[in-house]
């Protein structure tokens, strides 16, 4: 499976901007002859918009999202539209399985090259320390899988990285990728990198990191989106600007790797 990660230049609060910029780089990824593309985390309305989110909000099944699922048929390509805010009411009234009944979520949306949604991941670890996601958005309450180009694929967001035992679960059924739409923002570089590239070590997975770009009245984003292979090798990476990051995702590699090097078996 050919990845594309699409580290965006990210507008806050510019939602049309942002989400037509997106739809342009699916285009050029599916012509480039990417199998999935993925996108950053709130690559709509912009991480630290914080006042935009109640205005960007929409159903799952709304207009927005459906202009990425028409785009993913349209390319023949498999798309993780990034992360978006979710409204939980709306969503629940176009009959989709909520974790509450209202408030907002920072979704996860997968549809595959016809379209169709094949997974839905809510941010289940919501980012404080001064960020005002823990007063926004409502947690996620599952880590779903799926299959994609043959591929068993697993969604976490951003802070997610921290919390390896969530990444062990996916492990567990079976995933070989783990997707990573984020938003990660300067200093905290070194942290990136090193937990991206941990995931991938501890869990003989490949992990796709995929950050935005943009600045944000006092915040930035520190881009550096990257993609490791089950050993935590780097197989592509890019700076702070906008770019994209290319990967082959084999399947037998990740068996390979499981079967020469027992960690996974060594558990106690």
């Known amino acids: 499976m050919r990845l594309a990660g699409v580290q965006l230049a990210v507008e806050g609060g510019a939602v049309e901007e942002n989400v037509d910029r997106a739809l342009d780089r699916i285009e050029a990824a599916a012509d480039e002859g990417a199998d999935l593309v993925v996108l950053p985390e709130l690559f709509d309305v912009g991480y630290f918009a914080f006042d935009s989110y109640g205005r960007a909000a929409e159903s799952l099944a709304g207009d927005r ?18 992360t978006v805010v979710e409204d939980l009411s709306a969503s629940a009234a176009d009959g989709i ?12 949306v997968l549809f595959d090259a016809d379209g169709e949604r094949r997974l839905v991941y809510r941010k289940r670890h919501l980012f404080g320390y001064g960020s005002e996601e823990t007063d926004r958005m409502v947690p996620g309450e599952r880590t779903p899988v799926t299959e994609v180009a043959g591929v068993t694929l697993g969604v976490t967001t951003c802070y997610d990285l921290r919390f390896p035992e969530q990444f062990r ?18 200093p905290r570089i070194e942290h990136w990198r090193t937990l991206g590239r941990a995931r991938a070590i501890e869990n003989l997975a490949y992990v796709a990191a995929v950050n935005g ?38 399947s037998d590699r990740v068996a390979a790797v499981r079967e020469e090097f027992p960690a996974l078996r060594d558990r106690r």
Not at 68 to 78: I, L, R, S, T
Not at 169 to 186: I, T
Not at 224 to 231: E, G
């Open 97 to 108: 399985d909520v974790p509450a009944e209202s408030g907002l979520a920072n979704a996860a």
């Open 169 to 186: 679960e996916m492990v567990d059924r079976g995933v070989e990728c783990v997707l990573v739409p984020s938003a990660w923002p300067y």
């Open 213 to 250: 770009s943009g600045r944000f009245g006092g915040d930035a984003l520190c881009g550096r989106s990257a993609v490791y292979d089950p050993w935590g090798t780097a197989l592509a990476s890019v700076g702070d600007d906008p770019g994209v990051v290319t990967a082959t995702v084999d």
């Open 65 to 82: 999202l459906a202009r990425f699922a028409a785009a993913a048929d349209e390319h023949g390509v498999a798309v993780l539209a990034g």
